[in-house]
């Protein structure tokens, strides 16, 4: 059973993964997902986090809302919607140890890609866009993490760094409300202190998002990428998820 007191806890998570994720433009729930599975079974922990990281799109959108590039959302977002509804749907189907274990692999992996690939750079190319979209979505709705694709593949396209942020928003956006629906369809409820905690997250969501919009305003975006993704690291390997148990 929750306390009130875990609930500040939450929300100074809340804060912290959505400052990083702003400046990053991905990287709230690969904040929150590891940490907060350790309180929290899967199915909530990813409705949970969906919906905090719901409304930061939101707050990416507003904060960047004169750099929203449409090709790029529709080319990224539509195969995220359509891919975000069956990775969902499957996260309700498959036990929950076997998909424990599979997120943990996936982290593994995005680790070892980051620390080797630290230079790749994918082609301005329709097909980048599609796949990144459809991975994207599908990873977002099986492991509830997914904004690290949608980075490496939003990358290519050279955009500034409003741009990329508020596009990377407003894709995630798409993706999320998809999820989140999918979720909550399939059976999947918060406890009703969880909800109440909304009251709290919601609103310093919004200011991690204002203080993360400082912060890529004072910083080159590679710099801020290359430091979110040694945080991320940390905050696995902290939470127990790297290695696997």
């Not at 990358?155 to 999918?182: E, P, W």
């Not at 709290?200 to 890529?216: C, E, H, R, T, Y």
């Not at 590679?222 to 696997?244: D, Y």
Request: hydrophobic fraction near 55%.
């Amino acid at each position: 059973m929750f306390v009130y007191e875990e609930i500040i806890y939450i929300a100074l998570l809340t804060l912290l993964a959505s400052l990083i994720g702003t400046m990053a433009g991905f990287g709230i729930s690969t904040i929150m997902v590891p940490i907060l599975l350790i309180i929290l079974p899967l199915p909530q922990t990813l409705l949970l986090v969906g919906i905090v990281h719901w409304f930061n799109d939101i707050w990416k959108i507003l904060l960047f809302r004169k750099g929203i590039r449409w090709k790029l959302l529709l080319t990224f977002g539509l195969p995220g919607i359509f891919a975000s509804f069956l990775g969902s749907s499957l996260s309700l189907k498959i036990s929950r140890e076997i998909l424990s274990r599979a997120l943990g692999m996936f982290l593994i992996a995005y680790v070892i890609f980051i620390i080797f690939n630290r230079t790749f750079k994918l082609s301005q190319k329709l097909s980048v866009a599609i796949s990144g979209g459809t991975l994207t979505g599908f990873f977002a709705g099986i492991f509830g993490i997914g904004g690290e694709i949608n980075a490496v593949a939003l990358s290519a396209f050279n955009l500034k760094k409003a741009v990329y942020v508020a596009t990377a928003g407003a894709i995630a956006f798409m993706i999320d409300s998809t999820r989140i629906a999918t979720y909550i369809q399939g059976g999947t409820r918060l406890a009703p202190v969880l909800v109440s905690g909304f009251l709290i997250f919601i609103p310093v969501s919004l200011i991690g998002a204002m203080i993360g919009k400082i912060g890529i305003e004072k910083n080159t975006p590679g710099k801020i990428q290359e430091f979110c993704g040694s945080f991320h690291i940390s905050i696995w390997f902290k939470a127990g998820v790297i290695p696997l148990t």
